[in-house]
């Protein structure tokens, strides 16, 4: 059987292949191989499906099958660069959920005391304040959770009324959720980011073990005595051992992590597609919106730059014709001027089509089109993009005007010596992170542009978080749907 195909004549992207591969078989690592049939490759470009074929040379034992696509020598290093990538994203999620744990483990004990002070009458008038206080920790889990997957919609506040809030079945979920999350949730964590530094802490301890005295040197969870440097690799080695378990089960903790939250805190059955409905309305609304501000803009940009060009290219033109007959060489100084003002409306025109759809979307794709954004930019600007498969061209030119309007608000606002792009795809999602080191206090009402990024984001069913304290830095984070 097959125990991986390392393609070396082999185009996955553009679906051509070749007939020679380099194969390994059960017999032979790595050998030469001829395939005399078709070799086919899934839509993701992931695997190959290989037919049985007749094989020339040694190996004869080779069957056809399903295998992996592997790019000869690069295969460990991408492998590495993904859990790698993978263990760094499940820390910042672990990190994201101590926060809300440690904020539901307070609403919990701060209910619980509420609970006893209503047996004798005293506290039931903070019980409904309690209940915002945990609607407004779950709404903090439910934006997290959707940050790192699918959405789970918003609950809206509180119902008014303390009967009222208590029939409320987000209410019954979340009362369910706070005890598991801020307990389980919490401990998670602790254990989580422990991983770790103790990976660290003990990796390194040969470098510092004769630094302390041997019955309090040992790191961790060592309980013998450090009494040498043999003792000190073996908690070094001890420490790979960590460093594995933080690499291949970090995500595993971010997920068990969140599985309470993505249980109890979605809507109920039956409320989930309300919800969905109400917020597809307000999305509509927001692209109708968008729809007839684009189209205000190119107007504006028709009348006032373009449609005003020609008239004067026509008015040059006339003059022309009249002084041809007393003045030929005051015609040709008209003429010119008529050539610079029709060269510059069709400059306008370029720019007014730039900015419907950009050609360099579809000439260089997303990654070309952002570098060209990154060039043009006064403040130094470093482009990182990450997206192996191309997405839908509405999603791209999408990505591409919200760089270019935050880059615009970067230049004109921030106060900032560089900025960051990032634009990664994970899943059915893309995500466009702009960062600069300005001095932040970033305002959508402030009529910077921010609002109507929002609302083309929105327009797309998308999501903006902005955190720009004041001081800085500025952080936006824009995720777009770009199917699976």
Not at 99 to 113: E, K, Y
Not at 135 to 153: I, K, N, Y
Not at 438 to 456: F, K, P, T, V
Request: glycine content about 10%; overall charge neutral.
């Amino acid at each position: 059987m097959w125990r991986g195909v390392s393609a070396a004549t082999v185009g996955v992207r553009e679906m051509r292949y070749s007939s020679f591969i380099i194969a390994s078989s059960a017999s032979f690592p790595v050998l030469p191989t001829l395939l005399t049939r078709s070799v086919e490759a899934d839509p993701a470009g992931t695997t190959l499906q290989v037919q049985p074929a007749v094989l020339f040379g040694p190996g004869a034992d080779v069957q056809g099958g399903e295998c992996p696509i592997v790019t000869a020598g690069r295969w460990p290093m991408t492998w590495i660069r993904k859990r790698f990538r993978a263990s760094v994203d499940a820390l910042e999620r672990i990190v994201g959920g101590l926060g809300t744990s440690v904020l539901a483990l307070g609403v919990f004990f701060w209910m619980v005391i509420v609970l006893i002070l209503s047996l004798v009458g005293i506290g039931l008038p903070a019980a409904h304040d309690s209940l915002r206080a945990l609607r407004s920790v779950a709404e903090r889990e439910r934006a997290r959770l959707t940050r790192w997957g699918p959405p789970v919609l918003s609950a809206g506040p509180v119902p008014a009324g303390l009967k009222v809030a208590l029939r409320d079945p987000f209410v019954h979920r979340e009362l369910l959720w706070l005890p598991l999350h801020g307990i389980g949730g919490f401990l998670i964590s602790l254990f989580g980011l422990s991983v770790p530094i103790y990976a660290v802490q003990d990796i390194t301890f040969p470098l510092y073990y004769r630094l302390l005295q041997p019955e309090d040197s040992a790191p961790s969870i060592i309980w013998w005595r450090i009494d040498g440097l043999f003792d000190a690799l073996l908690v070094s080695l001890i420490g790979v051992g960590w460093l594995v378990l933080a690499i291949l089960g970090g995500p595993l903790f971010a997920r068990v992590q969140a599985a309470a939250g993505r249980r109890l805190l979605a809507p109920p059955p039956g409320v989930d597609l309300s919800l969905r409905v109400a917020q597809l309305t307000a999305t509509r609304a927001a692209a109708l919106d968008a729809h007839a501000v684009e189209l205000r803009r190119i107007e504006r940009a028709l009348h006032d730059g373009t449609q005003n060009r020609l008239v004067a290219v026509n008015v040059l033109l006339g003059a022309a014709r009249r002084a041809l007959q007393r003045d030929p060489a005051r015609a040709d100084e008209i003429l010119d001027r008529a050539q610079d003002a029709a060269e510059q409306a069709l400059s306008e025109l370029r720019t007014v089509v730039r900015g419907i759809l950009p050609p360099v979307l579809d000439d260089r794709g997303l990654s070309g089109a952002l570098d060209g954004l990154a060039a043009n930019c006064a403040v130094p600007c470093r482009v990182e993009v990450d997206v192996p498969v191309r997405c839908a061209a509405s999603v791209e030119a999408t990505a591409y005007f919200v760089v270019a309007e935050a880059l615009t608000n970067v230049v004109k606002h921030s106060g900032a010596s560089s900025v960051a792009v990032t634009v990664r795809r994970e899943h059915d999602r893309l995500h466009v992170v702009i960062e600069d080191d300005g001095h932040g206090g970033a305002d959508e009402g402030s009529g910077s542009g921010l609002a109507g990024i929002r609302r083309r984001v929105e327009a797309y069913d998308g999501r903006l978080t902005l955190t720009s304290p004041p001081g800085g830095p500025t952080r936006m984070l824009v995720e777009l749907p770009c199917g699976s």
